[in-house]
């Protein structure tokens, strides 16, 4: 899984994008504008109107400079943690991306998002791994989440850990049956491990919501026959 990742989860879904970040579309599926606004609840609005308007022209230096000059004056706000993470990972600085995110949880342990971003930034930088141990942590602070569960099956699916990836998917569908990206896993890691009735339930399930994934996992199981 390559380079979808933290585009987007501040965009939606765009041609050229990869299965990762798809996955991480999930975390704010109504668009760039939308995604960025619902964050900054407690930023000032000509602020709020400034970062939309650097992530729309892609300044991701731009929006990285104003990310840092805001934190400088406010040290402890998630919100321009978050900014900055998004900016440097748009840039590929997956090091200082990270560490953004990774002060949005110490800031904020409590809340999840924080940990979707750092998890995502982590398999970013080919360390599924970290991930893994994010998301567990993450766990911890909100036992009831389905997307937590959706990205740690995709981060033990990067890993080649089939089964771990199943059971974290299973786990993301029973909280909320509605994720197309949960059930594509769990078809794929289901051909991977063998289970074709597995698999033909995840389709099943993908062709009900009228997923385009559907049509992804119909060929893999048709490679299968």
Same mark, same amino acid.
Request: charged share 20%.
């Given at each position: 899984?390559?380079?979808?990742?933290?585009?987007?989860?501040?965009?939606?879904?765009?041609?050229?994008?990869?299965?990762?970040?798809?996955?991480?579309?999930?975390?704010?599926?109504d668009?760039?504008?939308?995604?960025?606004? /619902?964050?900054?609840?407690?930023?000032?609005?000509?602020?709020?109107?400034?970062?939309?308007?650097l992530?729309?022209?892609?300044?991701?230096?731009?929006? &990285?400079?104003?990310?840092?000059?805001?934190?400088?004056?406010?040290?402890? /706000?998630?919100?321009?943690?978050?900014?900055?993470?998004?900016?440097?990972?748009?840039? +590929?600085?997956y =090091? +200082?991306?990270?560490?953004?995110?990774?002060?949005?949880?110490?800031?904020?342990? @409590?809340? !999840?998002?924080?940990?979707?971003?750092?998890?995502? !930034?982590?398999?970013? !930088?080919?360390?599924?791994?970290?991930?893994?141990?994010?998301?567990?942590?993450?766990?911890?602070?909100?036992?009831?989440?389905?997307?937590?569960?959706?990205?740690?099956?995709?981060?033990?699916?990067?890993?080649?850990?089939?089964?771990?990836?199943a059971?974290?998917? +299973?786990?993301?569908?029973?909280?909320? =049956?509605?994720?197309?990206?949960?059930?594509?896993?769990?078809?794929?890691a289901?051909?991977?491990?063998? +289970?074709?009735? @597995?698999?033909?339930?995840?389709? &099943?399930?993908?062709?009900?919501?009228r /997923?385009?994934?559907?049509?992804?996992?119909?060929?893999?199981?048709?490679?299968?026959?």
């Amino acid at each position: 899984m390559a380079r979808r990742l933290l585009a987007c989860a501040f965009a939606v879904l765009s041609v050229g994008c990869t299965p990762q970040q798809a996955l991480l579309s999930a975390l704010v599926p109504d668009g760039a504008g939308s995604m960025l606004l /619902s964050h900054l609840q407690s930023v000032e609005e000509g602020n709020r109107r400034r970062i939309v308007e650097l992530e729309q022209q892609g300044d991701w230096a731009g929006l &990285a400079k104003f990310a840092e000059t805001n934190i400088v004056k406010d040290p402890f /706000s998630t919100e321009w943690q978050m900014i900055g993470g998004y900016a440097h990972s748009q840039l +590929r600085d997956y =090091p +200082r991306a990270i560490a953004y995110f990774s002060e949005m949880v110490r800031l904020s342990p @409590d809340e !999840a998002s924080g940990y979707h971003f750092l998890a995502e !930034a982590q398999r970013a !930088a080919g360390q599924p791994q970290r991930a893994v141990v994010t998301l567990e942590r993450a766990l911890l602070a909100v036992r009831e989440s389905a997307l937590t569960h959706q990205l740690l099956g995709a981060a033990y699916a990067d890993l080649g850990q089939s089964r771990q990836a199943a059971e974290s998917w +299973r786990r993301a569908l029973a909280i909320d =049956p509605q994720l197309a990206e949960a059930w594509f896993g769990l078809g794929r890691a289901s051909l991977q491990l063998g +289970r074709g009735a @597995d698999a033909q339930e995840a389709l &099943a399930a993908l062709e009900r919501m009228r /997923s385009p994934r559907a049509a992804e996992l119909r060929a893999l199981l048709a490679k299968q026959q």
